[in-house]
């Protein structure tokens, strides 16, 4: 969507993103041990606003785009605005921010362009 001139931004979205390196690793782990049962949720260390998220990655690219607040409608949208999909307490945390991997991810293409020119 950053290629667009404008970006939509759904306004009250929020979201707690999670490196699917710990997801896997948590997987692992379960699959590997002993059983049991019901375990805590796994989310990214902190929660974000879509409008957080959308500013990061533009900024962390060199991108200047517009954004366009619009409202997600009915029952899914009311979920969201009111952190329905957002961890409850007692969940596992994870430790890698969304700051620490779009400076990794945005790191690695340039990185590995150096490497290929050598």
């Known amino acids: 969507m950053?290629?667009?001139?404008?970006?939509?931004?759904?306004g009250g979205l929020r979201l707690q993103p999670v490196d699917a390196r710990e997801v896997a690793a948590r997987m692992v782990e379960l699959a590997l041990g002993a059983p049991a049962g019901l375990v805590p949720e796994l989310a990214g260390p902190r929660v974000y606003g879509l409008d957080e998220l959308v500013t990061g990655y533009l900024t962390a690219v060199g991108r200047r785009r517009l954004r366009l607040p619009v409202r997600l409608p009915?029952?899914?949208?009311?979920?969201?605005?009111?952190?329905?999909?957002?961890?409850?307490?007692?969940?596992t945390l994870g430790v890698r921010t969304w700051e620490a991997f779009l400076a990794e991810r945005l790191r690695q293409p340039a990185a590995e362009a150096r490497g290929r020119a050598a």
């Open 74 to 91: 009915g029952r899914a949208g009311r979920a969201y605005r009111n952190g329905d999909n957002l961890t409850r307490p007692g969940a």
């Open 2 to 10: 950053a290629k667009l001139p404008v970006v939509p931004v759904p």
